[in-house]
């Protein structure tokens, strides 16, 4: 297998630190983001691992974009052999608060953008027998409050990578799907919530996260070498996940609890 990966939403984060850590490896990346400045400073740091590549924006909203990008890999790489639909954004508010421009937003990116990311490189992948690692999140697998439209395009995003995973199988394309929970990252740059409330709120969970982006990279590389598909890089989130399977009520009214909880919060502030 040659060594060519592309990753959207390089410029920072998980982006970057899945860059970092297969260039560790001397892998050849395709780098791309809406984050020119931070997309440079990726290729730099990249370099410096052992890496290299090239660096590409990117808006995963626009699919002519996604396909110059394969074209790009192509020429520059001879190919592809793993890709990366990691670009996201975040966003929250109780569903009567969100507009329905706040879903076309989420739904764009988050799902859309995925959606276009797997259909602009499968040509190539399908050449390579590569890999497809999409990007997901918790929020995908527990549906927790006031961020129905970011459960939903992430669990979409798992949907699409079971479906893949079904389809691709007889073309020797491998699929996998990251569910990591809230971790040390810049997603709260792009947030888009009703209040500034839960802007905070949710700022304060990312800061208490123990795990960083960095021990989030080095967890998939691991479990991709092991060629797992559902890829959860948090205790407790597998602990929750176990959960669910086994007693789906009794997380359904632990979040019920959290809700109401949230609103009286809201209430008083």
């Avoid at 276009?116 to 995908?140: H, Q, Y």
Wanted: with cysteine; proline share 3%.
């Amino acid at each position: 297998m040659q060594n060519r990966m592309m990753i959207t939403g390089a410029g920072s984060g998980l982006g970057r630190e899945i860059a970092l850590r297969w260039a560790r490896e001397g892998w050849q990346l395709a780098l791309s983001d809406v984050n020119e400045p931070g997309l440079a400073e990726t290729l730099q740091l990249v370099r410096v691992a052992g890496g290299d590549g090239f660096t590409q924006r990117c808006d995963v909203r626009d699919y002519s974009q996604l396909t110059a990008l394969a074209q790009a890999c192509d020429e520059k790489f001879g190919g592809i052999d793993v890709i990366v639909n990691n670009a996201g954004v975040a966003s929250g508010g109780f569903f009567g608060e969100l507009s329905l421009e706040d879903w076309d937003w989420q739904i764009a990116i988050n799902l859309m953008g995925v959606v276009k990311g797997c259909k602009a490189f499968l040509p190539l992948l399908e050449r390579s027998k590569g890999r497809i690692i999409n990007v997901a999140s918790m929020a995908a697998l527990m549906q927790g409050p006031a961020m129905s439209n970011y459960n939903v395009a992430k669990a979409g995003v798992v949907a699409l990578s079971e479906s893949l995973l079904i389809e691709l199988k007889g073309h020797e394309v491998g699929v996998h799907v990251v569910c990591p929970s809230f971790f040390q990252t810049n997603l709260l740059d792009s947030f888009r919530g009703p209040t500034p409330a839960m802007k905070a709120a949710v700022g304060k969970l990312l800061e208490s996260s123990p795990i960083t982006a960095e021990d989030i990279a080095d967890y998939i590389y691991e479990a991709v070498a092991r060629g797992e598909f559902m890829i959860l890089p948090h205790e407790q989130g597998r602990m929750a996940w176990a959960l669910k399977q086994k007693n789906p009520q009794l997380l359904y009214d632990e979040m019920i609890n959290m809700t109401e909880k949230m609103r009286s919060k809201a209430r008083q502030g």
